[in-house]
């Protein structure tokens, strides 16, 4: 049993041993002793390696005190030269506030023409930025930069020519703004295409070139994508003049935009207009046309009616291709009747005439009460999406609710548009056959006023 319990704890030992003892011994135990033999020789073993590590960290210990002084010395030494350049700082910042005293005693009124001189630089150099000069006279405002930076520095100062080109570009932008000119320029079409022609400049207004309107965003001269139709005879003929007086249409706003000119080119055509009316704005149309067409044939078919019904009062002898012909064929027939069938008779054949000279009037009519309304509906519906449009965004831009009411309001204007006409068709029309159904009433009470006296 002890025998045992000795290689027990043998085998145990040998379990904790680390992977290392192997390293020592490479060939496999074959008897205790041996395996004993090994657990001593690794023990041996890890025994030099804690020392050698415990070497180690002594001589990086003692490293690191001289890295600790190393550093401590730097420190101070830069705390030496933070204080000197503290003080140094010091006399400097009292110098520089000397100079500054100095320099202000000796600019004296200088110091105010140059604050108005940089005042009147940085306007120059907006006014340049956006002037439609500039598509002919490019890096006009390039040395204003400079000049600005000279004027509020406190190193350097401005020279008498950097002043004076400031001045001949303020009064050569006003002598600009009354010239109309030609020069040459590369600009850019609506297609994205480039092309060198010539360009009239309007003073500071307008640029045209080829009968076309241009604009200048400062950078580049653009064909505007859509042209005011009825100003381009005028562009035209101002590009083909030579000394003469020629109307062209000016834009006043152009040095602040050209506000007005956008808004006219931007004005909807009647297409446009008539797509603003939306799904009820094509109905109101569909509506309009079956209404004049409807009013239009009618007017033609009772005016041939009209006519024949003419013919046959000039004749003696009934012709069945008129209402009035059918009208007295029906008397000649009953000719030997009493006057009270003649009559019942002559009624029969009348109401069997008025429905087609009275077709159409009914569907004329409808359509003329019902486009108002129609008009009426998409200007409501209109009015909501506005209103639902500025519950979402606002109301910050009058210009978008403007234009939504008045999209709107399209409706209404196609609803009119539609029921004046058709109104005024179903009056012709109407009138027309009144006039073809007095006809057959006259003659019908004449004829019974002619039997009742035969009979009589």
């Known amino acids: 049993m002890k025998m045992k319990f000795v290689k027990s704890c043998l085998m145990l030992a040998a379990a904790g041993v680390l992977s290392s003892s192997f390293a020592v011994a490479q060939e496999k135990a074959q008897t205790l002793d041996q395996?004993?033999?090994?657990?001593?020789?690794?023990?041996?073993?890890?025994?030099?390696?804690?020392?050698?590590?415990?070497?180690?960290?002594?001589?990086?210990?003692?490293?690191?005190?001289?890295?600790?002084?190393?550093?401590?010395?730097?420190?101070?030494?830069?705390?030496?030269?933070?204080?000197?350049?503290?003080?140094?700082?010091?006399?400097?910042?009292?110098?520089?506030?000397?100079?500054?005293?100095?320099?202000?005693?000796?600019?004296g009124?200088?110091?105010?023409?140059?604050?108005?001189?940089?005042?009147?630089?940085?306007?120059?150099?907006?006014?340049?930025?956006?002037?439609?000069?500039?598509?002919?006279?490019?890096?006009?405002?390039?040395?204003?930069?400079?000049?600005?930076?000279?004027?509020?520095?406190?190193?350097?100062?401005?020279d008498i020519e950097e002043i004076e080109r400031l001045w001949y570009e303020v009064q050569?932008?006003?002598?600009?703004?009354?010239?109309?000119?030609?020069?040459?320029?590369?600009?850019?079409?609506?297609?994205?295409?480039?092309?060198?022609?010539?360009?009239?400049?309007?003073?500071?207004?307008?640029?045209?070139?080829?009968?076309?309107?241009?604009t200048f965003d400062g950078v580049k001269i653009q064909e505007l994508p859509r042209q005011p139709g009825s100003f381009l005879a005028g562009a035209q003929a101002l590009q083909?003049?030579?000394?003469?007086?020629?109307?062209?249409?000016?834009?006043?706003?152009?040095?602040?935009?050209?506000q007005l000119l956008t808004a006219l080119i931007d004005t909807p055509t009647l297409v446009e207009r008539w797509h603003q009316g939306g799904s009820v704005g094509y109905v109101i149309t569909a509506v309009g046309v079956i209404g004049v067409l409807l009013g239009l044939l009618r007017i033609l078919v009772l005016l041939v009616v009209?006519?024949?019904?003419?013919?046959?009062?000039?004749?003696d002898k009934a012709n069945t291709n008129n209402p009035l012909g059918r009208v007295l064929k029906v008397a000649e027939e009953n000719k030997n009747v009493d006057t009270e069938t003649l009559e019942l008779k002559l009624e029969e054949a009348v109401l069997k005439e008025r429905p087609s000279i009275e077709s159409g009037l009914a569907v004329l009519k409808i359509i003329a009460a019902v486009a108002?309304?129609?008009?009426?509906?998409?200007?409501?519906?209109?009015?909501?999406?506005?209103?639902?449009?500025?519950?979402?965004?606002?109301?910050?831009?009058?210009?978008?609710m403007a234009g939504g009411i008045s999209s709107a309001l399209v409706t209404t204007v196609q609803g009119l548009v539609v029921a004046i006409p058709v109104v005024l068709m179903h009056t012709l029309v109407n009138g027309r056959a009144k006039a073809v159904v007095q006809v057959l009433d006259e003659q019908t009470t004449g004829i019974i006023a002619e039997n009742s006296e035969r009979t009589k």
């Open 35 to 107: 395996l004993l033999d090994m657990v001593k020789k690794s023990q041996i073993s890890e025994s030099a390696e804690h020392k050698q590590r415990e070497a180690e960290f002594a001589r990086d210990k003692a490293n690191q005190a001289n890295l600790l002084a190393q550093a401590k010395a730097t420190r101070q030494a830069e705390d030496a030269r933070s204080v000197a350049l503290e003080k140094k700082y010091q006399e400097q910042d009292i110098l520089v506030a000397a100079k500054k005293v100095q320099l202000n005693e000796r600019l």
């Open 109 to 158: 009124s200088m110091k105010e023409l140059f604050g108005h001189l940089t005042s009147t630089a940085g306007d120059l150099r907006a006014t340049l930025e956006t002037s439609i000069v500039s598509a002919q006279h490019p890096n006009r405002g390039e040395f204003l930069e400079t000049l600005i930076e000279k004027m509020t520095s406190s190193t350097s100062l401005p």
């Open 172 to 214: 050569r932008e006003m002598v600009e703004t009354g010239r109309v000119v030609k020069f040459t320029a590369n600009v850019i079409k609506p297609s994205g295409e480039q092309a060198q022609q010539e360009v009239v400049r309007v003073g500071t207004y307008n640029l045209v070139s080829e009968g076309k309107y241009l």
């Open 240 to 258: 083909d003049a030579n000394s003469s007086i020629v109307a062209f249409g000016v834009d006043p706003t152009g040095p602040a935009g050209g």
């Open 306 to 315: 009209s006519g024949k019904v003419k013919a046959q009062l000039k004749s």
């Open 372 to 400: 108002p309304l129609l008009g009426l509906l998409g200007t409501v519906t209109g009015m909501i999406e506005t209103f639902q449009a500025i519950t979402i965004f606002g109301a910050g831009d009058p210009k978008n």
